[in-house]
């Protein structure tokens, strides 16, 4: 069964590092999305992408998140100075369709010391 | 205010018992809705979905209910087994939201022997 792929799968760094998380979304699918958990807490939306622009971020997707579609397959999320409280599960999703079940990556967790 | 570390509710269930896992959402407008089950340590699993204008859904082994009245959702599982222990999400999201769910805060199901 197809399923979405993350890297790294665990990332320690310190504070004020820049940190790449890398997704490869289910094959055919054109919609992608990053949501993240941190631990303990429920899961809550950061972005979704399509057609090579952000269509939507919520508010914790501040000036020091980026996403990307560098190629054809992978799927980006870079936060430019890692802050501690940016410690959590960092899940990318992708769909079908705006209107169609999301599927989630087993997760990249980040730590930042 | 945002809490810092859910208290979830927990669903002790005997092995082979049908197990009812309860969700109120929020969003009046939501119109579309996804069980997801998440194992410790992993990511989001879809479940079972329903769209607003259904009442009932049933996959196998799991069914699921849609109150509109009183913005409620409940998931039912049939024979809970042992692999069913996890965190279970109800997840909502508007059609021309892009793929932003907003997640609940989960009930741990625990089977029994």
């Known amino acids: 069964e197809p399923e979405v792929t993350q890297t790294p799968s665990h990332q320690v760094t310190q504070m004020g590092q820049e940190v790449i998380l890398r997704c490869v979304p289910i094959?055919?699918?054109?919609?992608f999305y990053w949501y993240r958990q941190i631990l303990g807490q429920k899961v809550e939306f950061l972005v979704s992408f399509y057609n090579n622009e952000i269509s939507e971020k919520s508010e914790i997707f501040d000036d020091q998140f980026s996403v990307e579609r560098p190629d054809g397959s992978n799927f980006t999320l870079k936060i430019r100075s890692t802050k501690l409280e940016d410690s959590a599960m960092y899940f990318c999703a992708s769909s079908s369709g705006t209107g169609n079940t999301i599927y989630f990556g087993e997760g990249s967790w980040l730590t930042v010391v | 205010g945002e809490s810092v570390g859910l208290h979830l509710p927990t669903l002790s269930v005997q092995e082979g018992d049908n197990s009812i896992i309860n969700c109120a959402y929020s969003n009046s407008a939501s119109d579309y809705f996804i069980w997801y089950k998440q194992e410790s340590g992993k990511g989001p699993q879809f479940i079972i979905d329903i769209r607003s204008n259904m009442d009932k859904r049933q996959g196998q082994r799991v069914t699921v209910l849609l109150n509109k009245t009183v913005k409620h959702l409940s998931l039912q599982i049939a024979a809970t087994q042992p692999g069913d222990s996890a965190v279970y999400f109800c997840?909502?999201?508007?059609?021309?939201?892009?793929?932003?769910?907003?997640f609940g805060a989960g009930t741990q199901v625990v089977v029994t022997p």
């Open positions: 997840a909502e999201k508007q059609t021309d939201s892009w793929g932003k769910f907003q």
């Open positions: 094959s055919n699918h054109l919609y």
